[in-house]
Nanobody, 128 residues
């Protein structure tokens, strides 16, 4: 059973940066093909896609709202995925979730329904 744990959330002023981490246990990224994604959910809103990265980091995808500001990366030997968030805006305030989808190809997935495993989430709050 894959377990995911996010960290790195917090409160920051607009224009600031945060780096989220997602650590996986119960699997090994070097041998098991997981596309990893970040999603977020703001109060009163549906959960939305933020970014995704393929198993061997060949492909990435971003929501238009974060493109150019956020960067997703992974270190398979450490079973860890990162989301570097720069130029944060108050609209980025949300609970951020890490998710894993078992996909052997170099593709990425944007739909939350493709992801079988989820972390508990980490709060990101951006003040104006």
């Amino acid at each position: 059973q894959v377990q995911l744990a996010e960290s790195g959330g917090g409160m920051v002023q607009a224009g600031g940066s945060l780096r989220l981490s997602c650590s996986a246990s119960g699997t090994t990224f070097t041998t098991n093909p997981y596309c990893m994604g970040w999603f977020r959910q703001a109060p009163g809103k549906d959960r939305e896609f933020v970014a995704a990265i393929s198993w061997r980091a060949v492909s990435t995808a971003y929501a238009e709202s974060v493109k150019g500001r956020f960067t997703i990366s992974r270190e398979n030997v450490k079973n860890t995925v990162f989301l570097q968030m720069n130029g944060l805006k108050p609209d980025d305030t949300a609970v951020y979730y890490c998710a894993a989808a078992e996909i052997r190809s170099a593709g990425v997935r944007r739909s939350e329904y493709d992801y079988a495993y989820w972390g508990q989430g980490t709060q990101v709050t951006v003040s104006s």
